[in-house]
């Protein structure tokens, strides 16, 4: 709760001229009091309570401004105390007063106190009644409180400064975060906002290192954004502009520069959220009427971002909305807003995507204890269901903290599968930097397309269940290698690790085509192995001096004559496909096993279904 364009009006009934004359430092305090300079403010009223501990203007003016600094918790004795000798304050500065009290009271979940000094504060009316909304929904989320564990994660990454805006990989293991605390050198140590980096590693999360260049510079720079594989990340800088948007991508173990993103104004635009798929941005910009607004910019086939939309009114308030975050399952969108049913300053709401009827739900509160009376912002979550966030709350380390909120069984309104492991060449066992795309089986389209990381080959997918998933990994100068995943019914989160080796082309290397599907019992393609298919065509005009085998297999069930002669018709059926598409016959020759080269045991279905196969082979480099 900050302070107000209605307390700022009542400012100009000013210090008592006794105390002006007399106190320097309470008058420079009031200077930058009216000036809205806070923070000096602050300073020099700090300076004038020392000298001057029971003037009830100073204590009145720190409770203001610890209320602005969101630590009301350091306001109560000073208000307590102003409330005290309140016969000592001029009667234009009793107002001022009951309106700081009530806020104190508000912070600290007296709620019903708090809507009794609101009203008598005499305060703008629509001011007071929002306030008093506020206070009337915090009884009732204190009420019904949500079952989780909230944790600050104490000195492990908090510091005694403002510690703020985590974002973390799908899979929870590393954590971007901004911080005021002084690790760097030079005039500007402790002055400016840096990005940090720490892992769960062993239990623990490991102490958090300054990124340095180019990611931090001399100005403020803040992460507002990042990726579900933690290889893009969002810059906030207001050194330019009204304060922009840039991006960086993780080449290898470098950062490039931060380059801005296209749809920044000479407004402000802050905070940002990247879909799974990489091909939508959620993002905020400050109005020119001073509220912040919820965008989002698609990608075009071009690669570029498209010109920014505004989301709708039933999820932009009247107030401000703040750090938007798309869940890894597609569909979830967290955001924090001081609008809505919030109890108070800025509250975490989320809503959710309905395929069918193409619209987002009504803002939902998540409620208490997650959300508090202080400002909960930058809410961001695992997709196992591990959410984090910066809150002002009391008893932290100082300034804003990061917290840990676990909530049981939230992984379960998720569903989803994280993808992960690392590429590397069979041959040399070296990291590979891998194109990794993402295809709808159903409908051939391209879902999304990424790199693994090409100095260690780590890769990260979330895969948002109900779609038939082909995931394709290329790599020049390599076969190609293919996995499936059908998905459309996944209840839950399922975590899942593969390793690929890339064989090199070369005479004998070879790979399972995952994605090429007969009708059961049949040699005719089905739709959804034509994307397979198309990437196998790619691959053979990119290489058009290889000539190969595609061989057909299948498990024990059934005669041996029976299989075999399936096996071959289905090779057949996917060379007839690629010379349909311009491949040279010549260069093509199918050939069927049957039975008689089982890669699993034919005892159980997942085996069989492993032994159906078809395989793509070099026999040749002409």
């Known amino acids: 709760m900050r302070i107000t364009k209605p307390l700022t009006a009542l400012l100009c009934c000013g210090l008592p001229l006794g105390l002006f004359a007399q106190r320097d430092n309470a008058r420079m305090g009031e200077h930058y009091f009216e000036q809205g300079q806070y923070d000096k403010a602050l300073s020099f009223f700090e300076r004038a309570y020392a000298k001057h501990p029971k003037h009830p203007h100073v204590n009145l003016r720190l409770a203001q401004l610890y209320v602005e600094n969101g630590e ?104 971007f975060f901004t911080s005021h605390r002084i690790t760097r050198e030079g005039e500007n140590a402790g002055k400016v906002e840096d990005v940090y980096f720490s892992k769960f590693d062993n239990g623990s999360w490991t102490p958090p290192a300054n990124l340095g260049a180019p990611i931090n510079t001399d100005h403020n720079d803040a992460i507002v954004g990042l990726s579900s594989d933690g290889q893009t990340m969002f810059i ?52 020119e009427n001073g509220v912040q607004n919820l965008y989002t910019s698609k990608k075009e086939a071009s690669g570029n971002w498209s010109e920014a939309v505004k989301m709708g009114d039933h999820i932009n308030s009247d107030y401000d909305e703040d750090t938007p975050f798309m869940h890894p399952d597609g569909k979830t969108l967290y955001f924090s807003s001081k609008g809505h049913s919030t109890m108070g300053n800025s509250d975490v709401f989320k809503v959710v995507w309905d395929e069918e009827t193409g619209e987002w739900s009504e803002p939902e509160n998540l409620g208490y204890p997650i959300n508090t009376a202080g400002r909960e912002v930058g809410f961001v979550m695992s997709a196992e269901g591990v959410g984090y966030y910066a809150s002002s709350k009391s008893g932290g380390s100082g300034g804003a903290d990061i917290y840990e909120i676990k909530i049981p069984q939230e992984e379960k309104k998720h569903n989803l599968m994280v993808l992960k492991g690392f590429i590397k060449e069979e041959l040399s ?80 290397s070879k790979i399972v085509l995952r994605n090429i599907f007969f009708e059961t019992g049949k040699s005719n393609l089905t739709q959804n192995s034509f994307p397979e298919l198309n ?59 049957g039975s008689f080269q089982p890669i699993a045991s034919n005892d159980d279905d997942e085996g069989r279904s492993l032994n159906r196969r078809t395989e793509f082979k070099v026999l040749d480099e002409q």
């Not at 090409?454 to 790599?475: C, N, W």
């Not at 290489?543 to 297999?553: A, L």
């Open 535 to 593: 990437k196998l065509v790619e691959y053979l005009n990119k290489y058009p001096e290889i000539k190969v085998e595609i061989s057909g297999h299948t498990d024990n069930v059934g005669s041996d004559e029976s299989n075999l002669k399936l096996s071959v018709e289905r090779a057949k059926a996917v060379v007839n496909y690629l010379v349909a598409q311009g491949i040279k016959e010549e260069r093509l020759v199918p050939k069927g096993y």
């Open 429 to 508: 066992n070296k990291p590979i930097e891998a194109r990794i795309t993402l295809t709808n089986n159903t409908t051939g389209e391209v879902i999304a397309s990424l790199h693994s990381n090409g100095s260690t080959g780590e890769y990260l997918v979330t895969l948002p269940a109900g779609v038939d998933y082909g995931i394709a990994v290329e790599h020049e100068g390599h076969l190609f290698h293919s996995e499936h995943f059908s998905l459309e019914k996944l209840e839950g989160v399922d975590f899942v690790e593969k390793n690929v080796w890339m064989p090199v082309t070369k005479k004998g």
């Open 236 to 287: 906030y800088r207001d050194d330019v502009g009204g304060g922009d948007l840039f991006m960086s991508e993780l080449h290898d173990s470098v950062w490039t520069e931060p380059h801005p993103l296209p749809f920044n104004t000479e407004l402000k635009e802050s905070s940002v959220s990247i879909s799974p798929d990489e091909r939508t941005l959620f993002f905020v910009r400050r109005e």
């Open 72 to 175: 009301a918790d350091q306001a109560r004795k000073y208000i307590d105390y102003a409330y005290e000798k309140r016969k000592k304050l001029r009667k234009k500065e009793q107002p001022e007063l009951l309106f700081t009290l009530a806020e104190v009271d508000h912070w600290e979940h007296d709620f019903k106190a708090a809507i009794q000094f609101y009203k008598e504060s005499g305060y703008d009316s629509a001011l007071v009644a929002k306030r008093i909304q506020e206070c009337e929904y915090g009884l009732t989320y204190l009420a019904s409180p949500q079952v989780v564990e909230i944790s600050n994660l104490g000195t492990a990454l908090n510091s005694e400064e403002h510690d703020f805006s985590p974002h973390v990989t799908a899979d929870g293991k590393k954590m």
